[in-house]
C-alpha cells in the first residue's frame, strides 16, 4: 500500500492540484493501483498556518510518502518576509532533506500547440528534449553564503558554486542511462551533451573533467558532447533538435531548462520529476506558482496532471497507467479544448475552457 | 593625436581585424579624425609567441592607448594548455586589469535580416535592446577558486560568486543613464528591468536592493522592475520587445547577452563596448573566434565593423562617423550582400560573399 503526499502550495497550487487529484483518483480505481492520497502544508499556506516555508511535519510525512505531488509555491505576499522563512526555501529545504538531487525537465512539443511558440515551426517540430539538472548541489546549497559588512562600511554579498566528484557522477550517471533508455526507445543513438562554463569556472572544469572520465570509462556506447552555457543558451535558440540528453549544474539547469521550456511555447504543458538515490521523487509543473491569475479558474492544470503521468511512470512502475493520463491528455487537446495560456486565437475550432474545465475533460476520457 | 590598440587575435581574429581597420583608416581619413592605430597580441597568438596570454607589453600598450579593437580570442589548439595560461584568461585579464566594469551589448535587429532569426517575425520586428553587464567582479573574479583534494579522497570544484555595493552602484549608474539617453533618444519612457536570482542568492538580493535604493533615490524618472534569472531567460524568447535596457551580473549577462544576440538571428552583425569609469573602452564583436571556419574567408567582418562606430561613438565622441559607418553597413545589407551566417537560401535576389569582400564593399560606401 503506497502513500503519495500532495502539496498544493500557493497561488494557482490548489486549481491545479484539485484537478490533477481528480485524475489520480481515477486512475488509482481503474487500474487498482492501491494509492492512498495524503495531503500537506508547503511553502505561503504553510507559512501562514505554521510560521514555517516547510512544516516539520510535512517533512515527515514526505519522508514516510512514497511520492510527493507539488502544485507551485510562492507569491508576493510572502515577498517581504526574511529571507530562510520564505516560500522558496520551503521548496530548496524538502529538495535538499529528500536528497532530490536528479530533476529531470522534458521539453516536448505537442503537435496540437505547435503555432503557441514563439519559435519558427521547422525549428521545433518534433521537438523531445530531456533536461536533467543538478538539484542538491551547487551554488544553490553552497557555503559560504550571505550578505556581511565590509570593514569600509559597504555591504557585500557572497554564494559558493561548489562540486565535489561524488555529486558529479551521480548525476552524470543519470543522464547516460536516461540517455540510453531514450534512444532504445526511439531507436536512434545515444547522446548526452554536458553544460559548463569550464573556460571561467574552475568548479565546471571539475565537471567537465568528471564527465569526460565516466564517458571513458563506463559510457563508450554514449556520445557525449561539451558546450558552454553562453552557447547552449544560443544553441537552444538555433537548433533545439540538436540535443537529446543534456546534463548541467543546479544553476545553469535552472535557466535552460526554462529556456527549452519556453522553446515549446507551453511550459503550462511541461511535468517535472526530482529523484533520489533509490528513485523516489517528487513531481510538480515546470511552471510556477503564478499569483496574477490565482483563483480564476484560469490556470493550466496539464503540467500537473502529467505530473502524475510521470510518477506513475518512475516511482510506480505504471506504464500503462502513466500513458493512459498522456492519452487523455493528447485526446482533449485534438479535441480542441485550449486553457488561454495555450490558446492561438488565430486558429479556427478551439474552444476556451478554464483549469475546472480542462481538468474534468481530462478525467472524462479516463 | 589619439591611438588605438588592435588585437586580432585567434580564429577568424585575423580576418575580421583587416576589414575593420581599413573601414577604420578610412573614416580616420574622411573626418579627419587623427587617430593612430598600433596594433598587439592576445590569445593563442600571444601564448604561441610569449607563453602569455596577455603578454606585458600588450598589457602596458592597452593602458596607453586611447581605446582597444578586439578580435576574438581562444581555440582547440591551446584547450590543453594550463588553465591560467589559457587564450580566455588573456581576455578576462585585459578586462581587469584596465577597469572595463561596463559591458554594453546591444541586440538589435536588421530588418534586412529579419529572417535569418528562428523567432518568428513579429516577435522580433524592431527588436533594440540594450544588456549591460558588469563585466570585472561577480563568479568571474571572485575568491576563493579552485579545484582541492577532500580528506575522502575525492575532488571538490569552487568558485565564489561576490558583489559589493560599490561594484552593484556602479553599474547600476551606468544601465540607468543609458535608459534616460535611448528614452529621450527615443521619445518614450525610460526603463531598466535588473536581472538576479534574489530568491535563491544572497549576492544577488544584495544587488536587487542596491538596485531598488538605487531606483528611489536618483532615478525616480527610470521606471525599474526586477526579473528572475530563468524567466528573463524565457521572457526574452516570448515577448523580447517588453525590454529596453537589461542590467545584470557578470555570468547572467554572459547567458542573457548571447541568448538576446542570437534572438536576432545574426550574432555575426552584433558589435560590444567594455567601458572604464572614464568612457576608455575596448570593443570587439559579440561572436568568438570561430576556428571551424578560420582563414576560409568565410567570417562575417560586420560585428567587428560596428564595433568600431560603437568605438567612434562612446570613447571619440565621433557620432557622425560611428553613423557614416552604420549607414555603410546598412547599404550593403540593401543591396543584397550576406556572408554565409546570415545568408537566407530562400530569400531571392541575394549574393553570398566572404568576409574580404563584404568588408570592401562597406569600404566603398564610405
Ligand atoms: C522557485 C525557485 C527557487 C526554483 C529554483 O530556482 O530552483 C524554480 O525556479 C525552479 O526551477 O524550480
Ligand atoms: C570567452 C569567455 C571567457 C567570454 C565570457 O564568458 O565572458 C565570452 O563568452 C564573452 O561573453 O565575452
Not at 508576493?76 to 520551503?90: A, C, Q
Not at 540528453?245 to 507551453?266: C, H, K, P, R, W
Amino acid at each position: 500500500m503506497a502513500t503519495i503526499l500532495t502539496l498544493a502550495g500557493d497561488g494557482i497550487g490548489p486549481e491545479i492540484m484539485t484537478q490533477a487529484i481528480d485524475v489520480l483518483e481515477a486512475v488509482n480505481k481503474k487500474f487498482a493501483l492501491g494509492l492512498t492520497l495524503e495531503s500537506g502544508l508547503i511553502g505561503g499556506v504553510a507559512i501562514d498556518a505554521t510560521g514555517e516555508p516547510l512544516p516539520d511535519e510535512t517533512l515527515a510525512r514526505a519522508r514516510a510518502a512514497d511520492a510527493v505531488l507539488l502544485g507551485a509555491v510562492g507569491g508576493p505576499k510572502w515577498d517581504g518576509i526574511e529571507r530562510s522563512k520564505r516560500p522558496e526555501r520551503g521548496l530548496l529545504k524538502i529538495r535538499g532533506e529528500l536528497g532530490l538531487f536528479a530533476n529531470l525537465r522534458v521539453a516536448k512539443l505537442y503537435p496540437q500547440l505547435a503555432n503557441a511558440s514563439s519559435i519558427k515551426p521547422d525549428i521545433i517540430a518534433g521537438l523531445d528534449l530531456l533536461i536533467v539538472r543538478e538539484l542538491t548541489g551547487g551554488i544553490y546549497f553552497g557555503e559560504p553564503r550571505g550578505i556581511r559588512t565590509l570593514e569600509n562600511g559597504e555591504q557585500q554579498g557572497y554564494n559558493t558554486m561548489v562540486y565535489s566528484t561524488s555529486e558529479i557522477k551521480r548525476i552524470g550517471k543519470v543522464a547516460f542511462e536516461l540517455a540510453k533508455t531514450r534512444a532504445e526507445a526511439a531507436g536512434t543513438a545515444a547522446k548526452v551533451c554536458s553544460v559548463d562554463k569550464a573556460n571561467v569556472l574552475e568548479v565546471t572544469e571539475l565537471w567537465k573533467q568528471t564527465m569526460t572520465q565516466m564517458q571513458q570509462a563506463d559510457y563508450s556506447d554514449v556520445a557525449l558532447s561539451h558546450m558552454y552555457a553562453d552557447n547552449a543558451c544560443m544553441q537552444l535558440i538555433k537548433d533545439p533538435k540538436q540535443f537529446d540528453v543534456m546534463v548541467t549544474g543546479n544553476m545553469f539547469g535552472d535557466i535552460l531548462s526554462d529556456e527549452a521550456a519556453m522553446l515549446t511555447g507551453s511550459i503550462g504543458m511541461l511535468p517535472s520529476a526530482s529523484l533520489d538515490e533509490a528513485g523516489k521523487g517528487m513531481y510538480e509543473p515546470c511552471h510556477g506558482s503564478a499569483p496574477d491569475i490565482a483563483g480564476q479558474d484560469k490556470a493550466n492544470p496539464l503540467a500537473t496532471v502529467l505530473s502524475v503521468a510521470m510518477m506513475l511512470r518512475y516511482t510506480f512502475k505504471q506504464e500503462a497507467a502513466a500513458q493512459a493520463i498522456e492519452q487523455a491528455v493528447s485526446e482533449v487537446l485534438d479535441d480542441g479544448l485550449r486553457t488561454v495560456d495555450i490558446l492561438d486565437s488565430s486558429e479556427a475550432g478551439l474552444k476556451q475552457v478554464g483549469c475546472q474545465e480542462m481538468g474534468q475533460a481530462v478525467l472524462a476520457k479516463l
